[in-house]
């Protein structure tokens, strides 16, 4: 079954912390980003990659990494999470620009 | 900065009826206009999608309207049914070398009455 896979899906953490959510995707998506969602905002954009060892900042890059390693992974990593990072996260997948189909159950991360 | 606007951010219509979503955006080198439709408790998935080449794009009950000049463009849902109340979201694409940074609208959740 063609699927984006995160985990973990929900997380409670403490300032300061680090931490990593994961996501893969079995599609051989070229294309990956990662989303945050918080209420009256919608979907923001963090990072995304069109390939291994090529990433890019989105739109609400700070505070956050991510590398692209394989193929088929793109982790986010919290360096130092703060509670302005509580939110739910999203990754994506796709195969080309035009698909942005893809995207994973959401992790739902607290930060205290 | 939001560079993608979208109205009205809830929307109530009767079975039968028409639903409509506007945005606007401000950047013109975006290049991909995609509208998502997202369930409680669910991730996104791309309903329908532009190229700002094309005025209009119609999938079964599902059509955009762009208006390049104006910078704008609209999803229309016709027959609305009760299932596709969701939260919708337009968005706006820009490729580069790294890959797609997408924009999104701050979202419109629909409620469909039977």
């Known amino acids: 079954e063609a699927q984006v896979t995160q985990n973990p899906r929900y997380l409670i953490t403490v300032t300061g912390k680090k931490l990593t959510v994961t996501c893969s995707q079995n599609?051989?998506?070229?294309?990956m980003s990662w989303y945050r969602q918080d209420p009256g905002l919608g979907l923001r954009q963090i990072y995304y990659?069109?390939?291994?060892?090529?990433?890019d900042k989105g739109d609400v890059p700070e505070g956050y990494k991510v590398s692209r390693k394989e193929k088929r992974n793109f982790p986010l990593i919290l360096e130092s999470p703060s509670p302005n990072q509580t939110s739910l996260y999203f990754c994506?997948?796709?195969?080309?620009?035009?698909?942005?189909?893809?995207f994973g159950q959401g992790t739902r991360l607290t930060v205290v | 900065q939001q560079q993608v606007k979208q109205s009205p951010q809830s929307l109530i219509v009767q079975k039968g009826g028409i639903s409509i979503i506007n945005c606007a955006y401000e950047n013109t080198a975006f290049d991909y206009f995609p509208w998502y439709q997202q369930f409680p408790g669910k991730g996104p998935a791309l309903l329908i999608a532009?190229?700002?080449?094309?005025s209009e794009k119609k999938e079964g009950r599902f059509t955009i309207s762009f208006n390049k000049s104006a910078k704008q463009f609209s999803l229309h849902i016709m027959d609305s049914q009760p299932g596709d109340s969701a939260t919708y979201f337009c968005?706006?694409?820009?490729?580069?070398?790294?890959?797609?940074?997408?924009?999104f609208g701050g979202g419109t959740r629909l409620m469909v009455k039977p």
């Open positions: 968005a706006a694409s820009l490729y580069n070398n790294a890959g797609n940074m997408l924009t």
């Open positions: 532009i190229r700002p080449d094309v």
């Open positions: 599609m051989n998506h070229e294309y």
């Open positions: 990659s069109m390939n291994v060892e090529v990433t």
């Open positions: 994506a997948s796709s195969l080309h620009q035009t698909d942005l189909a893809f």
